[in-house]
C-alpha cells in the first residue's frame, strides 16, 4: 500500500501564501501522477493541479499564475506553492498519487491523503 501524509496547511489573509507538501510512503514501485484536490463546504472534490512523474503539469484555471505544482521524485513528494490567496481557496486540500506496488500490477491504483486545510480569511 501506499500512504500519503499532506502537511503545511493553515490560515492566512487575503493576498497571502502557502506551500502545501506531500510525501508519498510505503511500498512503493513506481508513482505516475500526483496531484492535489480541494473540496469545499457544500461542494464537490475539484481538481487543483496535477504533475506527471515527467514534470508535466496541469492546473485548474481558478488557480493558473497564482499556483505552482512541484515535485521531487527522489522523495516521492508533491509540493503546491500557493500564492495571492482568495477566500474561494478556502477548502480542505487533498493530495493524490497514481502508483503501482509492484513490477507484477498491470492497473495503476488512485491513493489519497487525509486532507490539510486551508482557510483565507477576508
Known amino acids: 500500500q501506499v500512504q500519503l501524509v499532506e502537511s503545511g496547511g493553515g490560515s492566512v489573509q487575503t493576498g497571502g501564501s502557502l506551500r502545501l507538501s506531500c510525501a508519498a510512503s510505503g511500498s512503493i514501485f513506481r508513482i505516475n501522477t500526483m496531484g492535489w484536490y480541494r473540496q469545499a463546504p457544500g461542494k464537490q472534490r475539484e481538481l487543483v493541479a496535477d504533475?506527471?512523474?515527467?514534470?508535466?503539469?496541469n492546473y485548474a484555471d481558478s488557480v493558473k499564475g497564482r499556483f505552482t505544482i512541484s515535485r521531487d521524485n527522489a522523495k516521492n513528494t508533491v509540493y503546491l506553492q500557493m500564492s495571492s490567496l482568495k477566500p474561494e481557496d478556502t477548502a480542505a486540500y487533498y493530495c493524490?498519487?497514481?502508483?503501482?506496488?509492484?513490477?507484477?500490477?498491470?492497473?495503476?491504483?488512485?491513493?489519497w491523503g487525509q486532507g490539510t486545510q486551508v482557510t483565507v480569511s477576508s
Open positions: 493524490a498519487a497514481r502508483a503501482k506496488v509492484s513490477v507484477l500490477q498491470v492497473l495503476w491504483n488512485d491513493y
Open positions: 504533475i506527471t512523474s515527467g514534470g508535466s503539469t
